[in-house]
T-cell receptor, first 109, second 114 residues
């Protein structure tokens, strides 16, 4: 089964960069790494995904280690609206995603 | 923006009632999913479907059943609700064509069984 390890919680000051780490040592060579976030009382929301190269989009950046066993989600300037639970995940055998408990990000004004 | 809808958003119902949670998507996605999530806990995959007439059980055993008669519609049914079914149920869909399988989630149905 796909397993990921993330810190239970992190804090960041508003307008500071945030680096959310994830270990995914069981990932296989063709599995994409996905990040989602879940705001209170909402369904998860896609943030970003990648395979080998670092990726950027309007929400965040994704830095993938060369051995692909870890990755880091980077929020360049945290805002209060970024307070959420962030899930790092990758595909299981049936191409489904396994969601762990994620990292709860608190943004301090 | 994701076009995936779930109704009802909240449901409080008595033990023994039959309920159906609705999920629809307008993105033409083949693959659809149902997850169960208790407050503050991880998401557990309970059902998924590769397309019309396809249904598969997920990682977490569930007494619920699903059907997929139309691409856009993936309802979940509980024949006889019990308090242990109290949870949030999340529906999602993905486009399998690219192999990257980004999932788009609905807002969820919060079910309370008294």
């Amino acid at each position: 089964d796909a397993k990921t390890t993330q810190p239970n919680s992190m804090e960041s000051n508003e307008e500071e960069p945030v680096h959310l780490p994830c270990n995914h040592s069981t990932i296989s060579g063709t599995d994409y790494i996905h990040w989602y976030r879940q705001l209170p009382s909402q369904g998860p929301e896609y943030v970003i995904h990648g395979l080998t190269s670092n990726v950027n989009n309007r929400m965040a950046s994704l830095a993938i280690a060369e051995d692909r066993k870890s990755s880091t989600l980077i929020l360049h300037r945290a805002t209060l609206r970024d307070a959420a639970v962030y899930y790092c995940t990758h595909q299981t055998g049936a191409n489904n995603l396994f969601f762990g408990t994620g990292t709860r990000l608190t943004v301090i004004p | 923006e994701a076009d995936i809808y779930q109704t009802p958003r909240y449901l409080v119902i008595g033990t023994g009632k039959k309920i159906t949670l609705e999920c629809s998507q307008t993105m033409g996605h083949d693959k659809m999913y149902w997850y169960q999530q208790d407050p503050g806990m991880e998401l557990h995959l309970i059902h998924y479907s590769y397309g019309v007439n396809s249904t598969e059980k997920g990682d977490l055993s569930s007494e619920s059943t699903v059907s997929r008669i139309r691409t856009e519609h993936f309802p979940l049914t509980l024949e006889s609700a019990r308090p242990s079914h109290t949870s949030q149920y999340l529906c999602a869909s993905s486009d399998t064509g690219t192999g990257e399988e980004v999932q788009y989630f609905g807002p969820g149905t919060r079910l309370t069984v008294l």
